[in-house]
């Protein structure tokens, strides 16, 4: 069963960083490419960073680029998402992602909310 868990989400005053972290089971993690998603209410998901399963990295939401950093340990299972000069339209709940065989699964996301 594909399992993943966000973590590390929280209030961050503008300027500051956080790191999300997302633990994947019940598959080869190392054989599929991860996301980072983020949703705003009203809003559909929008895909922020994508990393290969050896490590390359792909940037889509052009707001972000220069400030986040997607990055893999295979050892671990974990993805990763490094975000520095928070500003408040990054607000969002931040979801983890894999596409396996066509279906696509989701954590439960978490709440990262850049405030003074």
């Known amino acids: 069963q594909v399992q993943l868990v966000e973590s590390g989400g929280g209030l961050v005053q503008p300027g500051g960083s956080l790191r999300l972290s997302c633990t994947a089971s019940?598959?080869?993690?190392?054989?599929?490419?991860m996301r980072w998603y983020r949703q705003t209410p009203g809003s559909e998901r929008e895909l922020v960073q994508h990393i290969t399963g050896t490590g390359a990295t792909l940037t889509y939401a052009n707001s972000v680029r220069g400030r986040f950093t997607i990055s893999r340990d295979n050892d671990k299972n974990e993805v990763y998402l490094q975000m520095d000069n928070l500003i408040p339209e990054d607000t969002a709940v931040y979801f983890c992602?894999?596409?396996?065989?066509?279906?696509?699964?989701w954590g439960q996301g978490t709440q990262v909310t850049v405030s003074a």
């Open positions: 019940g598959f080869t993690f190392s054989s599929y490419a």
């Open positions: 992602n894999v596409v396996i065989g066509g279906d696509n699964y």
